[in-house]
């Protein structure tokens, strides 16, 4: 049940209500997503830390600030028809349980859980409880990549043949000489680096968990379950524990390969889409895209057509993210990024960590979820 309605001009419209819960690094993207928003709008923010819930409430221009899920819920759960979930990992289970109780829907920020178990839990929860739940999955949003999605679906590229995607840059090479890597005006890479690092240097599966699922969602919604799957895995830089670049092959009917890396050397880039590329393939012709940005279109019979988006490319996949949850919230559908989804990229998410460490091809790896029961 949506819980509020307005009035826009002469035709009734939905407009749902909810409340972001963490507001951390992450949090700037989803208020920006929510104020693109036609259908939804934040009228609550809630963060442990008072600093960190008061600047959150100013950016989202929102009064109602908490510094407690409990408190919020009790104030504000018969008004609100949906939460934003940005708190860390292994605080999910506990913030969605209480917020589905009171049968409020939820999209939650990636990854679902910190670990099988809890997400395992999750996906109880959610079908027993009936509500309407999203992972913020963005990159398949991002307009090019949507663009691409869209050619895809309509079969423009005929029988694919082959993948290739790319991601590197320097998002996280050591600097041992900084007239090697001078700053350049408005290209905050160290300082985005500087950010991350105690974050990062901290996890022990660090590139496919953080990044590299995001390209496997991709090749899921837009492919499918890939019938096998091989990783290799690397670390170049020493004060990470986990590995800064990685090599997995998809086996479908044709190959699918992801090559990420962060430990680059090149010119200073002020985001890790920058360094992005990717080749499909297909009986009728081939698309590239560079940087999330430009896409080319190459059929094997007429004109090459070219198409440039827009250049902040990740707040309009948060956009499109946000909006599609939104809507399945509305109409009460399936979201692009459900639970089940989510569970299926986790499987090949853990099943590149299992061949790297083998060494062997893993068969069904997005149905390896289902028998795990350890940590990530």
């Not at 990740?314 to 569970?343: C, M, T, W, Y």
Request: proline share 5%; net charge negative.
């Amino acid at each position: 049940m949506i819980k509020k309605t307005f009035s826009n001009d002469s035709d009734d419209q939905t407009r749902l209500r909810g409340a972001l819960i963490g507001c951390g690094y992450i949090s700037p993207r989803h208020i920006r997503a929510w104020g693109q928003t036609e259908s939804a709008e934040l009228i609550a923010v809630c963060d442990t830390d008072i600093d960190r819930v008061t600047s959150a409430a100013s950016a989202a221009r929102v009064e109602q600030k908490f510094t407690s899920v409990d408190d919020l819920l009790d104030a504000l759960g018969s008004e609100l028809d949906f939460v934003d979930v940005c708190v860390p990992p292994e605080y999910h289970l506990d913030v969605i349980d209480k917020v589905s109780a009171r049968g409020i829907h939820v999209l939650c920020q990636k990854p679902l859980a910190a670990t099988i178990e809890d997400s395992l839990r999750i996906a109880q929860i959610v079908e027993e409880r009936k509500i309407v739940f999203a992972i913020n999955e963005m990159w398949k949003w991002i307009p090019a990549y949507e663009h691409i999605w869209g050619l895809l679906k309509s079969n423009q590229l005929g029988e694919i043949q082959f993948v290739k995607f790319t991601g590197h840059s320097n998002l996280l090479l050591p600097r041992r000489d900084a007239s090697i890597f001078e700053e350049i005006p408005d290209r905050p890479s160290v300082a985005n680096r500087d950010a991350l690092m105690p974050r990062f240097s901290t996890m022990k599966q660090l590139i496919v968990l953080e990044y590299g699922v995001h390209i496997l969602d991709m090749l899921r919604e837009w492919f499918g379950e890939p019938k096998e799957l091989r990783a290799t895995l690397g670390r170049s830089n020493p004060d990470l524990i986990g590995e800064d670049s990685a090599f997995i092959e998809l086996k479908y009917g044709f190959m699918a390969e992801v090559l990420l890396d962060w430990s680059m050397p090149g010119p200073e880039t002020p985001d890790n889409i920058d360094g992005e590329s990717l080749l499909i393939r297909g009986s009728k012709g081939m698309i590239t895209a560079y940087a999330g940005k430009w896409v080319e279109w190459h059929p094997v019979s007429g004109k090459v057509q070219r198409y440039r988006f827009p250049a902040d490319t990740r707040d309009s996949g948060f956009s499109r993210s946000h909006q599609d949850f939104s809507k399945a919230v509305i109409e009460q559908v399936e979201p692009a990024s459900s639970v089940k989804g989510n569970l299926a990229t986790q499987g090949l998410v853990m099943s590149s960590y299992a061949s790297a460490s083998s060494g062997d091809w893993i068969a069904a790896p997005a149905a390896a979820i289902s028998a795990a029961t350890s940590r990530w």
